[in-house]
């Protein structure tokens, strides 16, 4: 990326301002903006920002706006400065149609990209700097992108953390729609079933329900507008769901089990699939469940023992059941570390099983 002026960071809510904070722990120089005195307010508390908007014109452009405003956002910067101009949104062809027809002279200027991090959270106050480290981020070059806006968005990627991985637009909606909008979508409608239940029933919730809905508790505007802005690549993924719910109705409906098995089986075969940590893929895990008091400074005891123990931790999860006077965490270990495991934690005075 060249050393002349500031990005520019356009939009100063969780991933405008951790976009900000990450670049500024490399000392790349940034300036902020957002419509929000507030949000601005509180990113630049934070260390978002050591350049004062319009004081130096900008080499790059970043756009982080709801994606609603996402093209009118992109063609007025690119209309304002000579910078290169990316956005963040989840959505790639719909605001590249904005930009094509709003500016289409300056369209070569602008490279669209997306980082697959997030929170169910929103806000400065969510951001961080680490938000980006090691995750995936889509680099979605058109048919008329200069090859040095290409460059710098890629650059951007890698100094904020982040692994760059390039698509199409159309390609990047379509990878989306299945990764991330169709879950949030199934989150939502298996969350919108609980809205309505007696509460002897809510008694009975364990993790696993947590696990489905929990990226149900986004911020529901912005995402009628993720969601409007990808509709054929979700309707064509919809419309399969519908023949999945059709299926396992029928098979309901006939007691069926080998029908219903076909789809146990496929959604097996789909988490299988999911690339590992790193990228990699997948390998043979087991869950090592593990009974903590609950008192402050038991968890950590916990992890510092693994780490003794020399078992390295796949992935981490907390059961908080408010019936128990303990929690119950879920350790996911490679499978032919699990009886070393189990044996190390029994000696050290801990409650766990497979």
């Known amino acids: ?20 904070l990450a670049l500024r722990r490399r000392g790349v120089d940034v300036a902020l903006r957002d419509v929000n005195p507030e949000n601005l307010r509180i990113a630049s508390g934070l260390g978002a920002a050591n350049v004062e908007d319009g004081a130096v014109e900008p080499r790059l452009v970043v756009v982080a706006v709801p994606p609603d405003l996402l093209g009118e956002q992109v063609a007025a910067a690119l209309r304002d400065t000579d910078a290169v ?42 951001a961080s700097a680490s938000l980006f480290d090691g995750r995936p981020w889509a680099v ?73 809905t929990r990226v149900a508790a986004g911020d529901p505007e912005l995402w009628q507008q993720i ?66 008091p609950d008192h402050p400074g038991e968890l950590a005891r916990l992890l510092a023992d693994i780490g003794e123990i020399g078992v390295n931790v796949e992935d981490l999860r907390i059961d908080h059941d408010p019936g128990r006077e303990y929690g119950l965490v879920e350790l996911s270990v490679a499978s032919d570390h699990v009886d070393h495991l189990l044996a190390s934690l029994d000696d050290r005075g801990w409650t766990a099983h497979r």
């Open 1 to 20: 990326m060249s050393t002349e002026g500031p990005v520019l960071v356009v939009g100063a809510g969780l991933l405008g301002t951790s976009i900000a």
């Open 140 to 212: 979605t070059p058109h048919d008329a992108a200069s090859p040095e806006a290409v460059a710098q968005v890629i650059e951007l990627a890698r100094l904020c953390g982040a692994t760059p991985v390039t698509f199409s637009p159309e390609e990047h909606d379509q990878a989306v729609a299945r990764t991330s909008h169709l879950p949030h979508l199934l989150a939502a409608v298996a969350a919108g079933r609980l809205t309505d239940a007696p509460r002897e029933h809510l008694a009975l919730s364990g993790q696993g329900v947590r696990d489905v």
């Open 227 to 292: 969601v409007s802005a990808n509709t054929d690549a979700l309707t064509v993924l919809l419309l399969e769901v519908r023949d999945d719910v059709d299926a396992l109705l029928g098979a309901l409906a006939d007691g069926d089990r080998s029908r219903l098995g076909v789809v146990l089986d496929r959604g097996v075969a789909g988490t299988a699939v999911i690339p590992a940590k790193h990228g990699g893929p997948s390998r043979a895990e087991t869950t090592v469940f593990v009974a903590v």
């Open 85 to 126: 101009v990316t956005d963040v949104g989840s959505v790639k062809s719909a605001p590249l149609g904005v930009v094509r027809a709003l500016t289409p002279k300056h369209v070569g200027r602008y490279v669209g990209s997306h980082p697959m991090a997030g929170s169910e959270r929103s806000g400065p106050f969510a």
